[in-house]
């Protein structure tokens, strides 16, 4: 296996990873993959975005059998089985994974186990587990190592009473109180599932609103809706000691302008962001490779300084402003690399338009484009459309009336530039808008696409009229 030369060796199993692997391999391309786990697919599919998602399933499904009766269906001593709802977690982890490892297969994918280093131009060393290793060689290599879980020096997880999200994901039981510290899409997913299954939840976000990136009219709704349902937010606020008590744990934060104050609870989860994964790759051997803070600087092709060598994911940086650390931003990188090394024309990625942005707390969030904000700055005058779900008429028969749709649209041209969801299937609704975006639509035209009736996408339809301020549903 020393002597084996491959095309094109991807380090990294997860979303970025394995689709560059499989595009690869869909090219032509001898390929194989490096990880350090058996199981493919990452933090996302093992840790991250497929594990939660599951236990929103769950808890959004236990809510609904709670409030049968509005819908006249009565479902009586309604409970939960923590046990079982982390069965179903690990069934949807196992089935995913399994997935990935017959479409690594189905391509002649070599999958090795093991961690990787680069050790040479083209040249990666795995090491396995017991310390055993091997060199492989190829023409190219991409870097696809993902993130983790940013910790804190005064809140360390332990495991039982202070988490990250990787501890949290697999907690025996769901805590009578919980502090998130972080509001960003891992802190309320988290408060969404904990709140559901009856915990009291408080969140703490050193920024002035919750979801700090969205639309902030967004961030708004969604602070409103937390709050009627019993979640409660502390922003502006910093955290700045975390006591363990035999109980449970006891914060010392301060909001913007008040003194410090003191709150309990029997948990705390810290999801103040994540890491880029790059110690130990060996990169510091190769100085026409640029690092920043731990992030592998690439150009708009995801090309490193050395011409063999590209990176996607977590762990770049293009240009000056924050990559997206989300799966399905890693996953079109894998692609453009996969293909740009098969010698096809490929172009950037506009990150500022083509980036889709979602939460999957209820309500869900979703977003694409540019926040009304933004779009100011660098289009000065423009024009925007709301409407409401308290509107549609779906809605209402679901019962999730809460939120709205916001468009926001170039005054000169009608350029559709940004659109963002608030409410019920928010994250499935979006992907008209992420079409309308990148084939730059004007708000007249998509006004002018019929939407089906009773769907809660006429929404999305009725906020491109109001961009015309021809809503005709309110």
């Known amino acids: 296996m020393a002597e084996t030369q491959f095309d094109v060796i991807v380090i990294g199993a997860g979303p970025g990873g394995y689709v560059s692997a499989i595009r690869c391999a869909q090219n032509g391309l001898k390929t194989a993959v490096v990880d350090r786990e058996e199981r493919p697919g990452g933090t996302c599919l093992l840790r991250g975005c497929i594990p939660t998602k599951a236990l929103l399933e769950s808890a959004s499904l236990f809510e609904k059998a709670k409030e049968g009766s509005h819908f006249g269906v009565v479902a009586k001593e309604v409970g939960y089985d923590w046990s079982g709802v982390n069965a179903h977690k690990e069934r949807v982890i196992e089935k995913n994974s399994k997935g990935v490892k017959f479409l690594f297969r189905k391509n002649g994918i070599e999958h090795l186990v093991g961690t990787g280093s680069l050790v040479g131009p083209g040249q990666v060393k795995v090491t396995k587990a017991d310390g055993s290793s091997q060199v492989v060689k190829a023409k190219h290599v991409v870097l696809a190592t993902g993130s983790a879980v940013r910790h804190i020096p005064i809140a360390k997880p332990d495991g039982k009473r202070i988490f990250s999200s990787d501890e949290l994901l697999n907690i025996g039981a769901v805590p009578k109180s919980l502090i998130v510290v972080g509001a960003g899409a891992v802190g309320v997913e988290f408060a969404s599932v904990h709140s559901r299954f009856g915990a009291k939840v408080t969140i703490v976000e050193m920024m002035p609103r919750l979801l700090p990136i969205e639309d902030e009219e967004i961030s708004a709704e969604f602070e409103k809706i937390y709050k009627k349902r019993g979640i409660d937010a502390l922003t502006n606020t910093a955290l700045q000691k975390v006591d363990v008590l035999p109980d449970g744990v006891e914060i010392t934060y301060e909001t913007k302008g008040k003194p410090p104050a003191k709150l309990k609870a029997e948990a705390i989860l810290i999801a103040t962001g994540r890491r880029p994964v790059t110690e130990g790759l060996g990169l510091e051997n190769f100085k026409s490779v640029q690092m920043d803070r ?181």
């Open 294 to 474: 731990g992030y592998v600087k690439v150009d708009g092709l995801l090309r490193t300084g050395e011409p063999w060598l590209s990176a996607i994911g977590d762990i770049i940086q293009v240009g000056a402003r924050p990559h997206p650390q989300l799966a399905h931003i890693a996953s079109a990188e894998g692609v453009l690399v996969a293909d740009r090394i098969a010698g096809k024309h490929v172009e950037p990625i506009d990150y500022d338009r083509n980036t889709i942005s979602a939460t999957y707390s209820d309500p869900e969030v979703a977003s694409v484009g540019l926040t009304e904000a933004r779009a100011k700055e660098l289009y000065g005058k423009v024009r925007v459309g709301k409407f409401p779900f308290l509107a549609v008429g779906k809605a209402s028969v679901t019962g999730h009336t809460d939120g709205f749709v916001k468009v926001v649209a170039a005054e000169k041209y009608d350029e559709v530039l940004g659109v963002h969801i608030i409410g019920d299937k928010a994250t499935e609704m979006i992907h008209e808008a992420a079409v309308a975006l990148k084939l730059e639509a004007t708000s007249e035209e998509l006004a002018h696409t019929i939407h089906a009736h009773p769907t809660l996408s006429e929404g999305l339809g009725e906020a491109f009229h109001a961009v015309l301020g021809k809503a005709t549903g309110i």
